[in-house]
């Protein structure tokens, strides 16, 4: 029996004490080069940008009209009095975001289940589901809020409803084409194998698709997906056309109130700090998909 096995397979005890592993000089070399890299890259980067912020500070304060310019769309006080009303709006456009994403994941996926469906009985659900994405893709959708907005309504079908709904609809129905493409180039996207898989194991289509191919399919498409969020973040403004007293109507009363086009920047900046986290958001989970497939391929 050899001391290992009699020592109940520890090894050897001459171990026990010892420094554990320090890299060599030469590691530590490059890790300093790599944080000198760094910091120089942070200066150039902060420098530069100083720079040319300065440089476009100065170009537009030396165009002639920068004093009536200046008075006309950043006028502080304005901005003061202007920015209670202009809330109030937002948080209009933030309930309608809200209620036209549900929506739109739920028709965009049914859109995108019809369309991947396989055999020629389902032809014409898969010829619907096409003739819908190609209609509200290709249709501007001002128009649809125009449409759906005032011509819907003139049919005395339903009951008085409000600006914002009807306003909410036309953005489902927008939206819902451009994500059902997303969806189905996501289901599409996943190896056939996995489907064969599927089967072979006893579960059905829409085991399959439920428990197997749309998982998959969503991790692929999460970021177009939240860039067609950020999206419709900046469309649900033009719910305004509708009557609806958004951010964007609260501003335009507001201009009106004035004479002055500040509430228009306010209004602007609102929606920019609204999308800010979800774009920073997207980029930060892009970049670790991106490195979660590259993994074990960089040298």
Known sequence: MTPEVRLGGQGDRSDVGRAPHEPSELELGRRAWRRK???????????????????????????????RVQDSFLDPATARESLPRVLDGLWLNLR???????????????????????????????????????????????????????????????????AAFWGTIALVLTYSAYVAEVFRA????????????????????????????????????????????????????????????????????????HYDFTPYVVAGLLFVALALPVIRLTDWYAARLRAREQMGSLV
């Open 186 to 257: 996501g289901i599409d996207a996943v190896h056939p194998s996995q489907r064969l898989a599927a089967r072979s194991l006893g579960l059905t289509h829409g085991q399959t698709m439920r428990r197997v191919v749309l998982p998959q399919a969503v991790r692929k498409v999460t970021p177009a997906l939240m860039n067609d969020f950020v999206a419709m973040q900046k469309d649900v403004g033009l719910i305004s056309v509708l009557g609806a007293v958004d951010a964007v109507r609260a501003a335009q009363i507001e201009v009106a109130q």
């Open 37 to 67: 890299q760094t910091t120089r890259s942070v200066l150039v980067s902060l420098a530069s940008t100083v720079v040319f912020a300065t440089l476009l500070v100065l170009a537009l304060r030396a165009s002639p009209g920068w004093a």
């Open 96 to 162: 309608v975001l809200l209620a036209a994403s549900a929506g739109v994941l739920v028709v965009a996926l049914v859109v995108a289940t019809l369309r991947t469906l396989r055999g020629p009985v389902f032809f014409p659900l898969r010829a619907l589901a096409a003739g819908y994405t190609d209609l509200f893709r290709g249709t501007p959708l001002i128009i649809v809020l125009y449409v759906i907005g005032f011509g819907v309504p003139g049919l005395q079908l339903f009951g008085r409803m409000d």
